[in-house]
């Protein structure tokens, strides 16, 4: 069956460090995206991306970075991580664009 | 940029109530989705409306898409401990080409 995953599940870090999350999916969509849940603040978009080496910032998209090389793969990485980022990340992916989104499990990240 | 915002944030009901969240848009959308989320989980897909006045019914739960394609609303009938978590919608508009996600409902089911 296809499936999207994330990883690590769980990340503590300190701040300063680059970090990067991984996200991947079987399903061959050519649209991901990279949302970030903060309790009060519903899922805000990062980046997302509509195909290979194409790639757009969302609302929350400053101290964030994404690369898309091939269809499967969509890395998220905080430059320089700061406290302000621990949150809950989620990535997805659809078949269209304003179709719907397939979510990963997500990742818990702590920046100390 | 489009907004979306879901009233209430949170309703805390007894088990057997009926429990109603409200989505609206600052602009038309062309389609509007709802997504499940169980504590410590994933967003899940429910469903998808896209034409006008659009209802559509799965079990206990009854969703509509408004005349004016601005708004919607998801019903639950008769709540279970098992209808706990938060619902997100989540508008599309052709010209934005991406979602935009609810701030969601957090719904709390006891016996």
């Known amino acids: 069956d296809a499936e999207i995953t994330q990883s690590p599940r769980h990340k503590i870090t300190e701040t300063g460090r680059q970090v990067t999350l991984a996200c991947h999916q079987t399903w061959n969509h050519n649209n991901m995206f990279w949302y970030r849940q903060d309790l009060g603040h519903g899922l805000r978009l990062i980046h997302y991306s ?25 890395p998220l990485t905080l430059e320089s991580a700061a406290s302000s980022q621990t ?3 989620f990535c997805a992916s659809s078949e269209s664009t304003l179709g719907l989104q397939y979510f990963g499990a997500g990742t818990r990240l702590s920046v100390l | 940029g489009q907004q979306v915002m879901q009233i209430p944030q949170y309703q805390h009901v007894q088990e057997g109530e009926d429990f109603t969240t409200y989505c609206n848009s600052s602009t ?17 897909f ?4 896209v034409k006008s006045g659009e209802v559509k019914k799965q079990k206990r739960l009854t969703f509509q898409f408004g005349e004016a394609k601005k708004n919607s609303s998801l019903h639950i009938t008769a709540t279970q401990t098992t ?29």
Do not use: M
Request: net charge neutral; with cysteine.
């Open chain 1, 87 to 89: 949150s809950v990340y």
């Open chain 1, 50 to 74: 509509y195909g290979v080496q194409d790639t757009n910032k969302g609302e929350v998209s400053d101290g964030y970075s994404v690369s898309r090389s091939n269809t499967e793969d969509l």
């Open chain 2, 46 to 49: 429910l469903i998808q409306l």
């Open chain 2, 28 to 44: 038309t959308l062309s389609n509007i989705q709802w997504y499940k989320q169980r504590p410590g989980g994933h967003p899940v």
């Open chain 2, 83 to 111: 209808d706990v978590g938060t619902y997100f919608c989540a508008g599309g508009a052709g010209t934005a080409s991406k979602l935009t996600f609810g701030t969601g409902t957090r719904l709390q089911v006891t016996l």
